[in-house]
Nanobody, 123 residues
């Protein structure tokens, strides 16, 4: 089992920034690819970003490239999502997830999920 706890969400004005963090506990953190997803009301959960086990390659939803940055610290068992130039359409619950595969960009590939943190961007 891997337990994931997100933090850092909140209310921000359009154009602002937020930094989400996800703290992992349980099994060896570096064994898992990590990802961020988001889900807006009435919408399906969508891929935001993913990072490989060794913090090497990263992957982003095409629409978010250049604004969002995913990173991880395997020594601290954390993964972060830096979000810049936020837009109202970024409003959603953001979830951290862990996958025991090499790389994963689909929700079905992730085995463990956090409870989510709300991000609200006002116009």
């Amino acid at each position: 089992q891997v337990q994931l706890v997100e933090s850092g969400g909140g209310l921000v004005q359009a154009g602002g920034s937020l930094r989400l963090s996800c703290a992992a506990s349980g099994r060896t953190f570096s064994n898992y690819a990590m990802g961020w997803f988001r889900q807006a009301p009435g919408q399906e959960r969508e891929f935001v970003a993913a990072i490989l086990r060794s913090a090497g390659n990263t992957f982003y939803a095409d629409s978010l490239k250049g604004r969002f940055t995913i990173s991880r610290d395997n020594a601290k068992n954390t993964v972060t999502l830096q979000m810049n130039s936020l837009k109202p359409e970024d409003t959603a619950v953001y979830y951290c997830a862990a996958a025991d595969v090499f790389v994963a960009t689909m929700p079905s590939q992730y085995r463990y999920w956090g409870q989510g943190t709300q991000v609200t961007v006002s116009s």
